[in-house]
Nanobody, 120 residues
């Protein structure tokens, strides 16, 4: 079984920064692609940023130049550095990882979500 645990959310003023972490634990052989998504009430979950095992990165247009995704393969951890935060970045942020488990299965996993609130 694999678990993803997010941390680092909170309340910040507009223009501020937060760093989200997503730590994966369990029977992990390899984390393939990983990413961050966000969701606000009444809306679908949307992509924020993704990073492949080879380091290819993709960002939503709304966060380009402000957010940076990175990963530490040795720690099975993915990060999202969020700078110049705006009130419209307020959402629950979810971590997603495509994992090859120790038994060889490939599955998608989601974290429980962490709230980010940006005040104006």
């Amino acid at each position: 079984q694999v678990q993803l645990v997010e941390s680092g959310g909170g309340l910040v003023q507009a223009g501020g920064s937060l760093r989200l972490s997503c730590a994966a634990s369990g029977s992990i052989f390899k984390i393939n692609a990983a990413g961050w998504y966000r969701q606000t009430p009444g809306n679908q979950r949307e992509l924020v940023a993704t990073i492949t095992s080879g380091g290819f990165i993709n960002y939503a247009d709304s966060v380009k130049g402000r957010f940076t995704i990175s990963r530490d393969n040795a720690k099975n951890t993915v990060y999202l550095q969020m700078n110049s935060l705006k009130p419209e970045d307020t959402a629950v942020y979810y971590c997603n990882a495509a994992v090859t488990t120790g038994s060889g299965w490939r599955r998608d996993y989601w974290g429980q979500g962490t709230q980010v609130t940006v005040s104006s």
